[in-house]
């Protein structure tokens, strides 16, 4: 090639006054066409997905040159080879690798001659040099010197390669310029100082924003003694303050991090935050030089210490109050969890706070099996509403047995979706006995333990509802009355008229089956409810009555005392008005078996 030695002198002086690698190859190519004017020369240079990419072709169609870019090449098949050319055994690496550019090349009509690597100094491949030409049967005599020209273009592509990563570096030089002069001025702006710690020398050389945080000017005299600064960590902090450290230095912790107090130039206490790292050790490991930077955390601890006075003093309250106090959140997935719990928990469910935070359904165990569904069916209303939760249920604790609860809450929805409540759950034990009892004495005579008049009048009405709905229903009503009570009262006196009373309401309750009712409703007047009988089968039961009475006196002082009692019966009728039409009926029955002799039975007119 006769043009070799003119071509590298011009390709290197390209390269000397800077010229872009496109240009560089071009060239090159254009010079190796000029030498062999019946061949096509082509540069391809490899990219970081190993897909070939035009370098220079100036004699290629565009069609040819696009197809070769879409073969993907692997540098390992590359190994050992120089160049390939037609001669090449079928069975080598090399004619597999011609074979492929060949299939994509002879559709043009161009067939590849001559194909060599393209190597850099370090080995690795970077490209690909081709000869092509129309011929299928001509060979191209290859001249001796195109290895000096796959030289030129390694030195090119190695020359360009170093000019892009010489931009690069330059680029972030003015990048980490420009981040220092930011992080300077966040730094002074931040009330943040940095700290040296040369330990060889003993010494700690700190920056103008670090002692101001100390409230020293950069004129004022402040020793940096390694052994000095631990004076101004206040007394209570040293020991933790020089443990952290060696720890560090031990290679114990990644960083070293602590907050701690120090002493300010006015003899105040300020609290700071550290934070450093050893940047410099010997060979044996033993620190040399650490570097870190001090934050004023003053104004952030007293909002922490104010925050915290106030949570120990709501957590203080919330524990006082007798009962629990407490966050429950429900996710839309069924995920629930109790997120504060006051102390009272173990007195509602005797359980301790973090037990039920842990676990919610430990607390869920607690509450009896005959409400939870309720208890369950209650929340939901209250989550799906958004409204209040207000439910009265019962619970079994271990040790206390059974207990009353009432709970009310507030749900709000929280941005994820989930319901959150703020609640309060108090024991309502005590209150639901003395409803009872109330309700006992609303309802129940004390004398007898029987239903009163107001509770009795209460069930004939439900039973009048029910003969009126129900065509076939009987129900029947008997007016009992004791006879010459009023004598007994005067004979014997009134403590032993209430055992009278009692005996004949115990003789009475006996007899009845476990839906019917009976009451108290006057004086020495009790009055009976026989659900489903007839005036006829009533009839055998007042006789039955009598007879216990007749067969079992009350004892006083060792003597039998006989009771009588006369009855009055009749029929709830589905035409009465109210319930006192029937009781009317019957008392008025009562009344006839009381002018006919006592001790009677009398049937109501119909």
């Given amino acids: 090639m006769s043009i070799t030695n003119s071509l590298c002198s011009t390709g290197l002086a390209r390269l000397a006054c800077g010229a872009v690698l496109s240009d560089i190859l071009l060239s090159i190519a254009t010079e190796c066409e000029r030498g062999i004017p019946c061949a096509a020369w082509a540069i391809y240079l490899l990219d970081r997905n190993?897909?070939?990419q035009i370098g220079a072709a100036p004699s290629l169609s565009k069609e040819l040159s696009t197809s070769i870019t879409e073969i993907e090449i692997d540098p390992t098949e590359w190994e050992n080879i120089t160049w390939i050319d037609s001669k090449f055994d079928r069975s080598t690496p090399a004619y597999q690798i011609r074979h492929i550019f060949y299939d994509h090349t002879a559709k043009v009509g161009v067939f590849p001659r001559l194909i060599v690597p393209i190597r850099l100094a370090d080995g690795r491949l970077s490209g690909v040099f081709f000869l092509f030409n129309e011929n299928v049967d001509n060979d191209v005599d290859v001249p001796p010197a195109v290895a000096q020209v796959v030289n030129l273009i390694a030195i090119a592509i190695s020359a360009e390669e170093s000019r892009v990563r010489l931009a690069h570096?330059?680029?972030?030089?003015?990048?980490?310029e420009s981040e220092k002069n930011r992080m300077a001025l966040a730094i002074e702006g931040s009330a943040t100082g940095i700290w040296d710690r040369d330990i060889g020398k003993n010494k700690i050389d700190y920056s103008s924003g670090w002692k101001a945080i100390l409230g020293y000017g950069d004129s004022d005299s402040l020793s940096n003694k390694i052994e000095e600064s631990y004076t101004r960590v206040h007394p209570e902090d040293l020991d933790f303050v020089r443990t952290a450290i060696q720890n560090h230095f031990d290679q114990k912790t990644d960083s070293y991090e602590v907050d701690h107090r120090i002493l300010c130039k006015d003899g105040s206490y300020k609290w700071i935050s550290s934070r450093g790292k050893v940047v410099s050790r010997d060979p044996y490991g033993v620190p040399l030089r650490m570097v870190g930077t001090t934050t004023d955390i003053s104004a952030i601890r007293a909002i922490s210490d104010r925050l915290q006075q106030s949570i120990d003093l709501i957590t203080s309250l919330t524990n006082e109050i007798p009962g629990l106090v407490y966050q429950y959140r429900l996710h839309p997935n069924g995920e629930e969890f109790f997120s504060y719990v006051s102390e009272g928990a173990h007195q509602i469910y005797e359980?301790?706070?973090?037990?039920?935070?842990?676990?919610?359904?430990?607390?869920?165990?607690?509450?009896?099996p005959e409400d939870f569904a309720n208890y369950r069916r209650s929340l939901e209303i209250s989550a799906r509403h958004l409204t209040p939760w207000q439910l009265e249920y019962r619970v079994v604790l271990p040790r206390q047995g059974l207990k009353w609860c009432y709970g009310s809450a507030q749900p709000c929805r929280a941005p994820d979706g989930s319901i959150l409540w703020h609640g309060f759950i108090s024991d309502i034990t005590e209150r639901k006995r003395i409803e009872l009892e109330l309700k006992e004495f609303a309802t129940i005579d004390f004398l007898t333990q029987l239903p009163n008049r107001r509770y009795f009048m209460g069930r004939m009405e439900e039973e009048l509802a029910r003969v009126k709905r129900i065509a076939s229903t009987r129900t029947t009503v008997l007016m009992c009355d004791l006879d010459f009570f009023k004598s007994i009262n005067d004979r014997f006196g009134h403590a032993v008229g209430d055992l009278v009373l009692k005996h004949f309401a115990s003789t009475l309750s006996v007899q009845l089956r476990n839906n019917d009712m009976v009451g108290r409703v006057g004086g020495e007047e009790f009055a009976v409810i026989l659900s489903d009988v007839t005036p006829k089968e009533a009839h055998v039961f007042a006789l039955r009555l009598q007879q216990e009475i007749a067969n079992i006196p009350l004892i006083i002082n060792d003597k039998a005392l006989h009771i009588t009692v006369s009855i009055g019966i009749a029929s709830i009728d589905a035409n009465d008005v109210s319930a006192d039409a029937s009781l009317l009926r019957s008392d008025r029955a009562l009344y006839r078996a009381k002018e006919n002799g006592r001790n009677r039975i009398e049937f109501a007119d119909i």
């Fill in 351 to 368: 359980l301790m706070p973090d037990q039920i935070a842990t676990d919610a359904s430990l607390l869920h165990q607690r509450i009896h």
């Fill in 169 to 176: 570096m330059e680029t972030r030089i003015e990048e980490t």
């Fill in 50 to 52: 190993n897909q070939l």
